[in-house]
């Protein structure tokens, strides 16, 4: 399963995070530029080819899941953003350019 068919990926976290000291979960970014201009021109929440045949898929941003780790008192220790073809540390605006994002959970 990815974090996006979850009902409950809260609870699936916080599951990972009591076996093991850190954790780490990656998600295509849907906050990004282009899906922000994609759902303004078409009025329809953007599905990349990969996505398209889940019906039950959750969209989510960088943005909203941070907001989620914060109030699940979760630490984010690492992330790598995808720009511009390659994995980034450290990227300003990460919710409105990455990509997808690899995290680091604590």
């Not at 899906?35 to 990969?50: E, K, N, Q």
């Not at 969209?59 to 941070?66: E, G, H, I, S, Y």
Request: proline letters at 3%.
């Amino acid at each position: 399963f990815t974090i996006q068919q979850l009902r409950q990926p809260g609870k699936m976290i916080n599951s990972m995070l009591s076996i093991g000291k850190r954790g780490i979960v990656s998600f295509p970014n849907f906050g990004r530029l282009g899906a922000r201009v994609r759902l303004l021109a078409s009025g329809r929440m953007p599905r990349d080819c990969s996505v398209q045949a889940i019906a039950d898929l959750q969209l989510l941003c960088l943005a909203d899941f941070k907001d989620s780790c914060h109030f699940l008192g979760i630490r984010i220790s690492r992330q790598a953003h995808w720009f511009a073809g390659a994995y980034r540390d450290h990227l300003a605006c990460a919710n409105l350019l990455s990509q997808s994002c690899i995290l680091q959970l604590e």
